[in-house]
C-alpha cells in the first residue's frame, strides 16, 4: 500500500494578511492541477480567516501552527481547536520544536493539546525530533520514543487514524542542514515501528510520517524516494511560491 504523500508548508512567524494572500494566490494557480499529493499550509493566526477564504474551492488544506487544550474562557493569547475547526482548518501543528525550545512546551503540554485537537475533529501534524547535542550523544531514538509516548498518552487507535507524525530533528530546522535520506529514513522506520508495537501493523502501515529540516526543491526527490518518508513539513522554502510549488511537484523531477 503506498500513503499518500503530504506535503504541508509552516510559514511560522510570517506574512502579514496581505503577504499571505499574495502567496496563497500564486499557490493556487501554481498547484490547481496537483492531485495524487495532499497540500496544506500553517499561516499565521492573523492571516487565517482571509487564507481560509481565499482557499474555498481549492484543494489546498488549511492548518492552526499551535492551538491550546480549553474550548474557551480566560486563556489570554491562546486559540482553540473550536475556533480552528470554525475557519477550516483541516490540521493543526503541534509539538513543534520551536514551541518545544522557546515557548515552554513539554509531552505532557502536547499530549493535551493533541487530544483536543482529536476531540474537536481535527487533524494533528505532531512533530518530533532530536537536538544536535542528543544526537550527538547517540540517544536520538531514545528522544523520539519519549516524545512519542509522551505525545500520545492515553489516545486510542481510532484517534491516531487522524494522525500525521513530523520527524524534525532540530539541527536541521532553520539551519540549511539537512539529513540525509538514510538517517532520515532510519528514524522514520523506527517511529513506524514504535507505532507498531504501540498500536498495531494496520496503523504503522497507515501512518504518514513526515520529514522536516531545511528541505528545499533540491533534496525533496531523495527524500521522498524513501520508503518511510511519506511527505515533508517546510519552513522556509514555504513562504515562496515557487519553491513551495517545485517541492509538491517532487514527482516530476
Ligand atoms: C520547520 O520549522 O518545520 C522546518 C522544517 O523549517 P525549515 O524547513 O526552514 O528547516
Redo the contacts with the bound molecule.
Keep these: 500500500m503506498k500513503r499518500l504523500p503530504f506535503i504541508a508548508g509552516?510559514w511560522?512567524m510570517n506574512k502579514t494578511v496581505e503577504e499571505a494572500l499574495d502567496l496563497v494566490r500564486s499557490l493556487k494557480a501554481s498547484l490547481k492541477d496537483i492531485k495524487d499529493v495532499e497540500v496544506a499550509i500553517a499561516p499565521p493566526f492573523t492571516a487565517l480567516h482571509p487564507v481560509s477564504q481565499e482557499l474555498k474551492g481549492s484543494s489546498i488544506h488549511l492548518a492552526g501552527q499551535n492551538l491550546f487544550w480549553e474550548e474557551k474562557g480566560a486563556f489570554t493569547g491562546e486559540i482553540s481547536p473550536v475556533m480552528l475547526k470554525e475557519i477550516n482548518c483541516r490540521y493543526a501543528i503541534i509539538g513543534?520544536s520551536?514551541r518545544r525550545q522557546f515557548f515552554g512546551e513539554t509531552d505532557e503540554t502536547v499530549n493535551r493539546r493533541i487530544r483536543a485537537a482529536l476531540n474537536q475533529g481535527l487533524r494533528v501534524i505532531f512533530c518530533v525530533g532530536e537536538t544536535l547535542q542528543e544526537r550527538e550523544k547517540g540517544i536520538n531514538f531514545l528522544v523520539v520514543e519519549r516524545q512519542i509516548e509522551g505525545g500520545l498518552k492515553d489516545l486510542g487507535e481510532k484517534a491516531i487514524q487522524s494522525l500525521v507524525i513530523a520527524y524534525?530533528p532540530v539541527w536541521?530546522?532553520?539551519t540549511g542542514k539537512t539529513a540525509t535520506p538514510q538517517q532520515a529514513e532510519e528514524v522514520h522506520q523506527f517511529i513506524r515501528q514504535k507505532m507498531r508495537f504501540l498500536y498495531s501493523p494496520k496503523i504503522a502501515e497507515n501512518l504518514r510520517i513526515q520529514y522536516?529540516?531545511?528541505?528545499t526543491p533540491e533534496n525533496i526527490k531523495s527524500l521522498m524516494d524513501q520508503e518511510d518518508i511519506d511527505g515533508a513539513?517546510?519552513?522556509?522554502?514555504s513562504l515562496n511560491a515557487d519553491s513551495f510549488s517545485r517541492i509538491v511537484r517532487f514527482k516530476e523531477m
Design positions: 509552516n511560522k513543534h520551536e524534525e536541521a530546522i532553520g522536516g529540516g531545511s528541505v513539513l517546510v519552513g522556509g522554502a
